[in-house]
């Protein structure tokens, strides 16, 4: 060989000798997330002032990285690995998942053809199907994994706009006079992503119609089939329903079942997100809450919000994948191989070309834990956030806002709004507990959310017993 | 503390243990990627009959999944990593970039709000400020880190579609016979990511022209305003342009400052898809293919092609990203927060609520080759770029098919596309080098792409001469 140039990469050397450094140093981060604020107590442009504003131009020893690292962005996380981080959904990645994303990144292929990697393919295809025996879903859902729930749920919005019958979305589009005037219907309760992907695919904020939900925030059937029916007669053309199992406030369960029935009266698509709750469908007793979702066009739950996989992992599942694949396939000339049909090349089923081999560290979690450990740790949540709600209710302080069927607790003082926002900010402040709040019923809510693998009903207890504490200092107490 | 389960999550020391091994299989995987065919030649569905039908119920030892890598896995993997992969656009990884990977993962935050870690944000920003720089982009240009191009063009062109003036695309939605009917451009040669961009936000295929290019496979900007003159005058609305610096089959490079006047005189928005080319451009001597750019709206480079960083890391830059932020801002009350408009909210900007922390990454590769050194890399690909480029011209059997701007040549075989693709199979089957294809002028056309870290002029050269051995092995020959 000649014309080597000297070091083109870290050499592998070096790269042993950090990777063991950078190791250790998660390994140390990881055995005491308790030492840091949960939530960081630094102010806008604490971080950025401390960076050179140009990039360097001649190369810096890693040490000086790692010294960065302790001191200039340590400081600025809020810590999601920390015990007490009890705010939106409380998400944990786990050893194995970090180590599988260690080797995604040393493979660093991509994923966008069979052949391009026929062990990613292959190893997607596969993990996601066990993922869907470990929910109880039919064989006939096919999974693809995309980076997030919001992705999902816009993949979905779309391919149930593809599925519009008697006229051709992919090539007409919906912009225009002769194209018809779509709507969607989800729940008030239901997340943002909705909104957004709906926007995305063109519906504007007219096409998307919220049903009113029960007193338990579920969507209410009657509601919905009513609203159907109105813009039936009024010229729309409805084609969706996206219904939650978990919503983001509360965690309330739409009944997917009853929904269902009016999405295959009508014709419309029906999506589900499950995108939280989804993981707790792995345990016997909780499999309940995904009646109906046999039904479902689509389906999606994130292993990256509770089931102890890194971010990011969203597993979407299709019962019609070849009507999303009409909706994202263009191959052009310089991405056609001879495998054709008889693989799948994922890049047909989405709008990313670009595929990072996410399905390696889902592959180690559920094998380092095995399903049983797996669901021991989600039955720990369910009972520690049980646990909780009981203690709100035995303090006549305090109210239960909303049913808590997993590990997520809406509660508040009974006081106004400004004691309850009062309150949380300064058990946020002490850093040593982080929660965050939403709006039920136009009063601000507190909520306690559970699902950092490293939480004990010690964590939970002290928790508690800060509220309890900073309590006694709002003025309405 | 009491009642603290046995073991929640693998031990720091169990993690330290592992991740030693797992660096080390890393660092032994790096230092010899050649020791495997480059294109796997496994057949489909090979992979998946070597894995249990069904999850595991107990946990299983970490050492057993180190086996099922190199049994398993590694067999089923098209080595990006080899410095023999001349297919598609050739990326890389880097040491460090593994490495900060390997942190992200340890971190596990999501940056969907400036609070939930202030570092994730900033470092964003300010990484994304660096890379500006060293693109001689103009300071208007603002940062946000998306996956992949793919999804910054598919913002791109939802801005694009919100900058509309007359008309609320956020609150109507362009279904319906009050929306105006959309068109945009983009060239014959353009990435297939717009077609799925447009296609997604409801444009459809006939909202799509594709405008023809010159010999050199550039957009035709008379063309260009050709067409925008017969779409006003038959009452459609143009909106958008999207132009390429590096095109996928050929590299070229599209005209932006001509079409950039064009954009101006009718009101369309400008995005630039610089998404491989654009890494060139921290070269000074190739400064000069971004001219035109400061009149962009949006401009697109990927980091993770040919900057070292590993997949996924797409830069996304936006001079009017008020208009960004309209298209995609929902803020529901469970993610408002106290710092309000003072702080960035990367959330608002993109479809994506759950975040990864990318920046890292990107940070350390910056830091630890430098910017000269970065230059030096790429500036070498060029260099062997050109090198092969002439050994193809110097050869009467074949034909450089394509100016080659890059480290990307496309080239024939003077002989039928049955011969051309025999040779293209040959040299793949071969495991020793990947090369793939393109159409030009609706003849096969071979594509020979560099962009590895590890590649050096040994491995060209002894890819043209397997090249030429094969051909001696062509009917035609």
Redesign the interface.
């Known amino acids: ?5 000297p070091s ?9 000798e ?3 450094r ?10 005491h997330p308790e030492r840091y604020p949960v ?2 107590q ?1 102010k ?5 002032r401390q ?1 050179p ?8 020893p ?1 040490e ?2 790692l010294g960065d ?1 302790d001191n ?10 920390h015990p007490a981080f009890f705010a ?1 959904f409380a ?9 599988g ?10 994923g966008m053809l ?7 393919t ?2 997607e ?2 993990v996601l ?3 869907r ?2 929910l109880g879903l039919p064989p006939d859902f096919k999974g693809i994994v995309y ?5 999902s749920t ?1 993949h979905a919005l ?1 391919a149930a ?1 593809e599925a519009i019958t008697g006229y ?10 002769d ?4 709507r969607m219907y989800t729940s008030s309760q239901a ?3 909705v ?3 709906a ?9 998307i119609v919220k049903i009113p939900v029960d007193r338990e925030f579920r969507m209410d059937p009657v509601a919905l089939e009513a609203a159907i029916k109105t813009d039936l007669a009024d010229g729309w053309k409805p084609f969706c329903v996206s219904a939650t199992i978990g919503t ?2 509360t965690t309330s369960i739409d009944p997917v079942a009853e929904i269902a029935e009016i999405c295959r009266r009508y014709g419309l698509w029906l999506h589900v997100d499950a995108a939280y709750a989804g993981a707790a469908a792995i345990l016997p007793e909780m499999r309940w809450i995904l009646e109906g979702c046999e039904n479902a066009d689509s389906f999606v739950m ?1 292993p ?1 919000k509770w089931l ?1 996989t ?3 992992f ?1 597993a979407f599942y299709c019962r019609r994948p070849d009507v999303l694949k009409r ?2 396939s ?6 056609k191989t ?2 054709g049909d ?2 799948t090349n994922f890049m047909d089923y989405g ?4 595929r ?1 081999f996410r399905s ?2 889902f ?2 979690v ?8 797996l669901q ?2 989600i039955r ?1 949540h369910i009972r520690l956030g049980k646990l909780f709600a009981s203690w709100v209710a035995a303090d006549s302080r305090f109210e239960v806002a909303a049913p808590a069927p997993f590990s997520v607790v809406c509660f508040r003082l009974k006081a106004d709004d400004a004691a309850n926002q009062k309150l949380m ?1 300064r058990v946020n402040a002490s850093g040593k507990i982080f929660i ?4 039920l019923n136009d009063r601000l809510t507190l ?1 306690f959310a559970i699902g950092n ?6 964590h939970v207890r002290m928790a508690w017993d800060l509220i309890g504490e900073f309590r006694g200092q709002t003025p309405n107490s």
Do not use: C
């Not at 504003?53 to 810096?60: D, G, N, Q, T």
């Not at 994303?101 to 991509?110: D, H, R």
């Open positions: 060989m000649t014309d080597k140039p083109p990469d870290m050499s592998p050397e070096e790269f042993r950090w990777g063991h950078f190791v250790d140093w998660v390994a140390d981060y990881l055995a939530l960081s630094v806008p442009g604490d971080i950025r960076l504003p140009a990039p360097p131009l001649k190369p810096e890693m000086a990285m690292l200039i962005i340590v400081p600025g996380i809020t810590h999601w690995n939106y998400v944990t990645g786990s050893g194995p998942g970090i180590l994303e260690l080797l995604s990144a040393g493979f660093n292929v991509n069979w052949r391009t990697s026929p062990a990613f292959e190893l295809e596969h199907d066990w993922l025996q470990m980076d997030t729930a919001s992705t816009f779309a706009r051709d979305v992919s090539e007409q589009g919906i912009a225009g006079p194209a018809p005037r779509l997340h943002s992503s909104d957004k992907a926007m995305a695919i063109g519906l504007g904020r007219r096409g983001t406030s994130n990256h102890f890194p971010v990011d969203s909706a994202f263009l191959t052009p000339e310089y991405l001879a495998e008889s693989v709008i990313q070309l670009g990072r390696l560290k592959w180690m559920v094998r380092y834990f095995g399903v049983e450990g021991a740790r720990e900010d965050s709040h939403t709006r909520r693998l490293r939480t004990t009903e010690d």
